[in-house]
């Protein structure tokens, strides 16, 4: 059974960082590329990042470039997404998942919340 | 960037009636390679999406034969042939072609009467 687990969120003040990991099993985690998504309280869903299977090719959406940092440990399985500088408006339960391959993995995510 | 905008954004139904939920993306997703690159996922209540459709028309492993992706460059549909009441959520497509970024639609919420 393929699961990703998302850990690492929680309570930070605006201006503070957070460390987001991802652990997966039950898949070649190398053989895929990987995101992370989010999704603010009652909205929908927002892609935040991507990494390629091997970390050669990255991309950020324009809301976050600049203060966050996707990376990836193919030997320990794990993806990662390292936040600096949160606001307010980066509230939200972000996902680990899969985009691109029809495989449709997604961890069951965690929580950040970004207040004083 | 390209802009996926669905329609309706609420969609109530009766069980066991059909429903159908549109998607239109602002340039084309159809791939020289001749396949159309939309998804389709649910998100139940409390839950993670999940991917009911791939590359516009492939149900997803799982998926039951009552949901069903069709449509070609900037018009999709999801079809629901008769719709059960675990099908409950909000229904989002998403385009994974011209990156980045992925971009998804508003959601669509699928309720029973």
Redesign the interface.
Known sequence: EVQLVESGGGLVQPGGSLRLSCAASGLTFSSYSM?W?RQAPGK????VS?ISRSSSTI????SVKGRFTISRDNAKNSLFLQMNSLRAEDTAVY?C?E??Y???Y????TPVTVSS | EIVMTQSPLSLPVTPGEPASISCRSSQSLLHSNGNNYVYWYLQKPGQPPQLLIYLGSNRASGVPDRFSGSGSGTDFTLKISRVEAEDVGVYYCMQPLQTPPYTFGQGTKLEIK
């Open positions: 995101n998504v929908g869903l927002e892609w991507y991309y950020y959406a324009d996902y998942a985009l691109d029809g495989d449709g997604w961890g069951q995510g």
